[in-house]
């Protein structure tokens, strides 16, 4: 593309990226040697990133959960069906405390660590105040829930109203509406199929809890466990409305980000890769809740590593979920895994969210999280692994070519 605007930075990358620079403004307009870019830019504002720096990708959190980021102590860990208990027992009193204040702490709490993207799942709409005002790209992952058909038409028609909510964002607020169904135990499929067709029809990302828990497996392959005392007590029901067969089946044909999938059998994540779907790792939210560890090694879907909401988690740091997950997979090489977690926190994020974004590349959005090592790697092909060891914040947040943030 020829155009006569004058990129307004042109960043020089330093000691890790020897004779490097990216030149942008709103987007990224050049990747080439500091005097390349000079000679085409000449106007552009000139700026080493200095020493111990890194230039990454604005990081991306693709699934997170604003409307409990009041719970800190409130919840029961340990056992997945405890918490889901006390998710039903609290979720009133947690989603009236999760004020915008709180919310917006959460997204600011997302920009130190260098997150200019993610993936809100919002249940109620409550958060969509809060994502309009953020600087962040969010997509707003408008949640479907429920299992009683009688409730269906209630339940669809409060639904397509948050979706019309939530499309009629402004541009500068960076809102991409999306669709949500909550999992296989939770969400009808006259109601899943539905939004299905909704969201084909208008293009919006989609995402879906799948294979959490083992009582999750239990439930959907035989009716029986603690699921079953969970719907007969809370539900009055006594059967799954959907089986693992059928409701990836309702989503052939639209590829799907699926959370957590920590029980899912071999066959199960290949047919997730065969069938173009995403898979969304979040490795603190599953420890928490005891749901043992998704084995990465054998995904071969794009994978995200994401935080999960305050509902299971401590902090929405990305560089805390890398480390958490850097210490779960152990027997993988750590200098390896670190690269990969990056790329689940970048370019393999943006490809689950399907938003051209996690690269630096011509073209691409110029988000950026700054890294600054406080210690130079004598190795650099360590530089990933000490990216997360060392860093508890990114030194500067870039979105859409603007500093937002600096530490
Ligand atoms: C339901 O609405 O059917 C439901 C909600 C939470 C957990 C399980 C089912
Ligand atoms: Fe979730």
């Known amino acids: 593309m020829v155009t006569n605007r004058v990129p307004e930075y042109l960043y020089r990358l330093g000691e890790f990226h020897p004779g490097r620079a990216v030149a942008f403004d709103d987007t990224i307009r050049a990747v080439d040697t500091p005097e390349a870019l000079q ?3 000449p106007e552009a504002l000139v700026r080493d990133l200095g020493s111990g720096s890194v230039l990454y990708p604005g990081f991306i959190n693709a699934h997170v959960h604003l409307e409990f980021s009041a719970n800190r102590a409130t919840l029961r860990y340990g056992d997945f069906m405890e918490w889901l ?4 027992e609290h979720r009133d009193e947690l989603v009236d405390a999760a004020d915008e204040e709180t919310m917006a702490a959460a997204c600011e709490e997302m920009l ?3 997150i200019t993207a993610f993936g809100a799942i919002s249940s109620f709409g409550a958060d969509l105040a809060v994502c309009r005002r953020t600087p962040q790209r969010v997509v707003y992952f408008n949640e479907l829930i429920g299992s009683n058909p009688a409730a269906a038409d209630m339940l669809y028609g409060d639904f397509l109203r948050r979706v019309e909510e939530s499309s009629e964002s402004r541009p500068e607020e960076r809102i991409v509406p999306a669709v949500a169904i909550h999992s296989p135990y939770a969400t009808h499929p006259v109601l899943i199929r539905k939004a299905l067709d909704l969201a084909r029809l208008r293009n919006m990302p989609v995402s879906a809890h799948l294979l959490e828990s083992s009582y999750e497996r239990e439930w959907l392959e035989h009716g029986s466990g603690k699921f079953r005392e969970f719907f007969l007590r809370f539900f009055k029901s006594a059967a799954p409305v959907s089986d693992i ?7 052939e044909g639209t590829p799907t980000l699926f ?23 979040c490795p603190r939210s599953n420890r928490l809740l ?12 794009p994978l995200a590593l994401a935080t999960d909401g305050y509902s299971s988690n401590w902090s929405m740091n990305l560089f805390d979920e890398m480390r958490a997950a850097l210490m779960l997979h152990h027997r993988a090489d750590p200098r390896i895994l670190a690269r990969r977690l990056l790329r689940c926190v970048t370019e393999d994020a943006a490809t689950a969210l399907k938003q051209e974004m996690g690269r630096i590349v011509p073209g691409a959005p110029a988000d950026f999280a700054v ?17 997360i060891l060392h860093t508890r914040e990114a ?13």
């Open 39 to 41: 000679a085409r830019f």
């Open 85 to 88: 208990e006390s998710v039903i």
């Open 112 to 114: 130190a660590s260098g």
């Open 245 to 251: 067969d059928h409701f990836l089946e309702l989503f």
């Open 259 to 281: 959370v957590h999938c920590v029980h899912t059998t071999a066959d199960e994540r290949r047919r997730l890769a065969d069938s173009g779907h995403s898979v969304a790792h």
């Open 290 to 301: 005891g749901c043992g560890r998704l084995p990465i090694e054998e995904i071969r879907s």
């Open 371 to 387: 890294v600054r090592l406080p210690h130079i790697p004598s190795r650099p092909e360590e530089i990933a692994l000490h990216t």
């Open 395 to 407: 030194a500067e947040t870039i979105i859409a070519g603007n500093s937002v943030r600096k530490s």
